[in-house]
């Protein structure tokens, strides 16, 4: 399992054609899938235990979050207009903070080492879930755009190879590094979508121009649809305002 991990960052297309041809893709593939959102899952939950230990930590926590977000706030192009808001939070944080302080505090069902230890549990078991449930939806409109554009291979072949872009979200696992955590995750979508491509292609023996369209036509599709609705409900919203206001 670890070198197909391996194998899919770093774009192996021979162990991708392989894994194609395995009778086991599926299972294969879905391995590395359970590797990476364990992986993740674990040291996220483990992240949150730490910051969220004692209502003290919980608390710091929340202020480091809020304190962030005046800053951001301060140096956005809303300054200005959003110094009452600033002013109203700066007053008034210290008794937030103190009343969540002593809401952490209050007795809970279970004690609270008890109770941390299942909320780890629970990230560790979900992120999988997460992870899979993407992975479905954007393997079953790709496997359907592949056929459209001449693919012939199974959907089997499809989950098993579309399951190797989820391996570079175990750079997930370092989304708990204020600095850092949102670039690598968006490393890590890029890196994802370029596996997705090369496991298309081989998984329907698509040249990649093809196997790019096919991972891309539905997700645009469904944008535009969006951003057409969207605009609709725009439109129709204004137009009722004008209407009413007559």
């Given at each position: 399992?670890?070198?197909?991990?391996?194998?899919?960052?770093?774009?192996?297309?021979?162990?991708?054609?392989?894994?194609?041809?395995?009778?086991?893709?599926?299972?294969?593939?879905?391995?590395?899938?359970?590797?990476?959102?364990?992986?993740?899952?674990?040291?996220?939950?483990?992240?949150?235990?730490?910051?969220?230990?004692?209502?003290?930590?919980?608390?710091?926590?929340?202020?480091?979050?809020?304190?962030?977000?005046?800053?951001?706030?301060?140096?956005?192009?809303?300054?200005?207009?959003?110094?009452?808001?600033?002013?109203?939070?700066?007053?008034?944080?210290?008794?937030?903070?103190?009343?969540?302080e002593e809401l952490l505090s209050l007795p809970t069902p279970l004690p609270r080492p008890v109770g941390l230890a299942f909320q780890w549990?629970?990230?560790?078991?979900?992120?999988?879930?997460?992870?899979?449930?993407?992975?479905?939806?954007?393997?079953?409109?790709?496997?359907?755009?592949?056929?459209?554009?001449?693919?012939?291979?199974?959907?089997?072949?499809?989950?098993?190879?579309?399951?190797?872009?989820?391996?570079p979200h175990a750079l997930d696992a370092l989304g708990f590094i204020p600095a850092l955590g949102s670039m690598l995750g968006l490393i890590?979508?890029?890196?994802?979508?370029?596996?997705?491509?090369?496991?298309?292609?081989?998984?329907?023996?698509?040249?990649?121009?093809?196997?790019?369209?096919?991972?891309?036509?539905?997700?645009?599709?469904?944008?535009?649809?969006?951003?057409?609705?969207?605009?609709?409900?725009?439109?129709?919203?204004?137009?009722?305002?004008?209407?009413?206001?007559?």
């Amino acid at each position: 399992m670890i070198e197909l991990f391996n194998a899919a960052l770093t774009l192996n297309q021979r162990a991708m054609l392989g894994l194609r041809d395995s009778p086991e893709v599926v299972r294969r593939g879905l391995l590395v899938v359970l590797f990476v959102g364990l992986l993740v899952g674990a040291v996220s939950g483990a992240s949150t235990l730490i910051n969220t230990a004692t209502p003290a930590r919980t608390v710091a926590t929340v202020q480091a979050v809020v304190e962030q977000q005046k800053r951001q706030i301060t140096l956005g192009p809303n300054a200005e207009q959003l110094q009452p808001l600033l002013q109203f939070v700066n007053e008034n944080e210290d008794d937030f903070y103190a009343l969540l302080e002593e809401l952490l505090s209050l007795p809970t069902p279970l004690p609270r080492p008890v109770g941390l230890a299942f909320q780890w549990l629970a990230s560790v078991v979900s992120t999988p879930l997460g992870y899979l449930g993407g992975l479905l939806f954007s393997v079953v409109l790709t496997h359907i755009a592949a056929r459209q554009l001449g693919g012939q291979g199974s959907i089997q072949q499809m989950l098993g190879l579309g399951a190797l872009s989820v391996a570079p979200h175990a750079l997930d696992a370092l989304g708990f590094i204020p600095a850092l955590g949102s670039m690598l995750g968006l490393i890590a979508w890029l890196w994802g979508l370029v596996i997705l491509v090369v496991a298309t292609s081989v998984a329907h023996r698509l040249d990649s121009t093809r196997a790019t369209l096919a991972v891309l036509l539905y997700p645009l599709l469904l944008g535009l649809l969006g951003f057409l609705a969207l605009c609709g409900l725009i439109f129709l919203g204004v137009a009722a305002a004008s209407g009413g206001g007559q």
